[in-house]
């Protein structure tokens, strides 16, 4: 198995293990969840604000992706500053 299969393994279980904790399923302390948390963030991408301009004749289609991860992570530090 490459190195870069077992990152994503490691990430998934990471990620997999904060959800839980999120949905009241898994016990974990909070510095568990702030090093979790601090796991993710090295291998998320940060969610920035972008400005996307072209012909208002022709104008540009967006869609929203990867709010998800943003929006676990937010929920998840709360979590962790409350402990």
Do not use: C, F, W
């Not at 997999?16 to 016990?27: A, C, D, N, R």
């Not at 974990?28 to 940060?46: E, F, N, R, Y």
């Not at 072209?54 to 929006?71: H, L, M, Q, R, W």
């Amino acid at each position: 198995m490459s190195d870069a299969h077992r990152v994503k393994i490691q990430n998934s279980n990471i990620l997999s293990s904060l959800i839980k904790h999120v949905e009241g399923k898994q016990e974990m302390s909070g510095t568990q969840v702030s090093a979790g948390i601090a796991l993710l963030k090295k291998v998320l991408p940060d969610m920035q604000s972008v400005t996307l301009s072209g012909d208002p004749n022709n104008p540009i289609k967006t869609e929203e992706v990867g709010t998800g991860s943003a929006k676990i992570l937010a929920k998840l530090e709360s979590i962790a500053e409350r402990s």
